[in-house]
């Protein structure tokens, strides 16, 4: 019967096959060669039903793309999960409040030398004013300003806590504004940062008090005393505002709601990390547009900021990866020849790995598992993956055509040797990466989980996607037809006046 046949012609390309091995990895593995032969088969038999089942099968993953959900907070993602810390904050925060959200700029002389002049104040001034009173996000169709989301000593308070200003010196308590008016000089300004006082009478007081304000001289870096001990001048100043973290459990978006411009976006995102962003933004602008100084920004949020933009950086690499690794595939798979060129097959493979990228993001979209700076990495480590099973496939293929058969035989055999190779690698990297998954750090914890699940991805799409594929182009050799791409394989052909290259045509 058919399946005699089938065996008898396995048997007959590898005599050891004959051969019983008793020991119970072997038994193990000739179990798996069988199984994998016979989807091999079922493959070549069907490779339409196989190729738009994983493509269904993927859509359906993918669908969790909408859901997946990031976190780029330093603490939530690098604090092992079971450290004392994390309780000792819950209970500080319990008793004490959660602290504050720091936003400290630096503000140097454009070109460098001395800060401390009337000219470079005044835009220090327009900054404090321009961005802490006027910069506002929308969320939920609500605007916020820095007014909006400072941190206060108590929730009905009107003042926001001062975390240190430089123009502190200048700061009228009576009207409780800054008067810079009164700055009508550098030594005006060189004056009032050198008393370092703050006068004022209470109503109803007889006396004048004056409050001592000193220690801002700490805002000042590289300063220079002169034989007096006065400061003449200095290198850098120090601008701190203090933003409240009632809403930190509240986590950032890229689709956050606003009913004109986003209107299916989700509502609830952390109106902070919104305005951080902004002020980021903004600080650049700020920077190309002012004249005597320029600000350096680290807001709460600009550690985890830089690790997201060092990483997403490399999409770009990503994509230019994924090129060189399609040439490549068409130039180790094929021949310089119009049928036995595998440019299509080359393309299937790399499509198959993109594939299991996808629906890597879309299941761990549908677990509730957050994107991080880690797992924009997997992208690489897939391809590698992937790319390497679609030659051990290829290549068993290629043993298989030398000894015969039909096209059912030859991909049979190709999953029942190359097969059984890569499912015990896939295995043994998922489980690997199954185990990392016990990490106290959730960082590395979220990146197991995404590369778990996307190398057992990466290796169903090789053996169904892919194989489908060249099971199709195994068809198109037969039946002696161009590959996808055959216009780009050239061939040396002789003439009345001499060779010339040409495209090539089948004979």
């Known amino acids: 019967n058919g399946g005699d046949s089938h065996t008898r012609w396995r048997d007959s390309l590898d005599p050891r096959a004959a051969m019983i091995d008793c020991t119970c990895a072997g038994f193990f593995e000739n179990k798996l060669s069988e199984g994998l032969e016979k989807w091999g088969r079922f493959v070549a038999r069907r490779p339409a039903t196989v190729f738009i089942g994983s493509l269904v099968f993927a859509a359906i993953c993918m669908g969790g793309i909408s859901m997946t959900t990031s976190e780029t907070e330093t603490k939530?993602?690098?604090?092992?999960?079971?450290?004392?810390?994390?309780?000792?904050?819950?209970?500080?925060?319990?008793?004490?409040?959660?602290?504050?959200?720091?936003?400290?700029?630096?503000?140097?002389?454009?070109?460098?030398?001395?800060?401390?002049?009337?000219?470079?104040?005044?835009?220090?001034?327009?900054?404090?004013?321009?961005?802490?009173?006027?910069?506002?996000?929308?969320?939920?169709?609500?605007?916020?300003?820095?007014?909006?989301?400072?941190?206060?000593?108590?929730?009905?308070?009107?003042?926001?806590?001062?975390?240190?200003?430089?123009?502190?010196?200048?700061?009228?308590?009576?009207?409780?504004?800054?008067?810079?008016?009164?700055?009508?000089?550098?030594?005006?300004?060189?004056?009032?940062?050198?008393?370092?006082?703050?006068?004022?009478?209470?109503?109803?007081?007889?006396?004048?008090?004056?409050?001592?304000?000193?220690?801002?001289?700490?805002?000042?870096?590289?300063?220079?005393?002169?034989?007096?001990?006065?400061?003449?001048?200095?290198?850098?100043?120090?601008?701190?505002?203090?933003?409240?973290?009632?809403?930190?459990?509240?986590?950032?978006?890229?689709?956050?709601?606003?009913?004109?411009?986003?209107?299916?976006?989700?509502?609830?995102?952390?109106?902070?990390?919104?305005w951080e962003m902004e002020l980021f933004a903004k600080v650049q602008e700020w920077n190309e547009q002012s004249t005597h100084v320029e600000c350096l920004i680290q807001a709460e949020n600009s550690i985890s900021e830089a690790l997201g933009a060092v990483i997403g950086g490399d999409v770009i690499l990503l994509n230019s990866g994924f090129g060189i690794i399609i040439i490549y595939c068409i130039v180790v798979l094929g021949k310089f020849h119009p049928v036995l060129s595998r440019s299509a097959v080359a393309f299937a493979g790399v499509a198959s790995v993109g594939l299991s990228i996808g629906c890597t993001y879309g299941l761990n979209g549908y677990f509730g598992v957050p994107q991080t700076p880690v797992t924009s990495v997997l992208p690489f480590i897939l391809l590698g993956i992937g790319v390497d099973d679609m030659f051990v496939l290829a290549g068993a293929l290629e043993r298989a055509k030398k000894r015969g058969g039909t096209i059912e035989d030859r991909i049979g055999s190709m999953m029942g040797s190359a097969g059984c190779s890569i499912t015990m690698t896939s295995l043994t990297d998922a489980l690997a990466f199954a185990l990392g998954t016990t990490t106290s750090f959730p960082a590395l914890r979220y990146f197991c989980i995404y590369a778990a699940i996307g190398i057992i991805l990466d290796f169903a799409f090789q053996i169904s996607t892919f194989a489908a594929a060249i099971t199709w182009d195994e068809q198109r050799v037969e039946g002696q037809k161009r590959d996808c791409f055959c216009c780009v394989v050239c061939c040396y052909k002789d003439g009345p006046n001499g060779s010339r290259l040409t495209c090539c045509r089948i004979k």
């Open 76 to 274: 939530n993602l690098w604090t092992p999960s079971n450290a004392a810390v994390l309780g000792d904050a819950d209970l500080y925060a319990e008793m004490f409040g959660s602290g504050f959200r720091i936003e400290t700029m630096y503000f140097k002389k454009k070109g460098g030398g001395n800060v401390l002049t009337k000219d470079a104040f005044n835009e220090i001034y327009e900054f404090d004013t321009k961005f802490r009173r006027d910069l506002t996000v929308i969320v939920d169709d609500v605007p916020w300003n820095f007014t909006s989301i400072c941190a206060k000593a108590r929730p009905t308070d009107a003042f926001c806590l001062a975390g240190g200003s430089p123009l502190e010196f200048f700061y009228n308590i009576t009207s409780h504004r800054i008067e810079m008016d009164a700055i009508t000089s550098d030594a005006a300004l060189l004056s009032a940062i050198n008393t370092a006082e703050i006068t004022f009478k209470p109503d109803g007081a007889k006396e004048t008090f004056t409050l001592d304000i000193a220690d801002r001289h700490d805002l000042l870096a590289g300063k220079v005393r002169d034989a007096a001990g006065k400061i003449t001048s200095a290198e850098t100043v120090k601008m701190t505002w203090f933003a409240s973290r009632d809403w930190d459990e509240n986590k950032e978006d890229s689709r956050c709601y606003n009913s004109e411009t986003a209107p299916t976006g989700t509502k609830g995102c952390n109106p902070v990390l919104l």
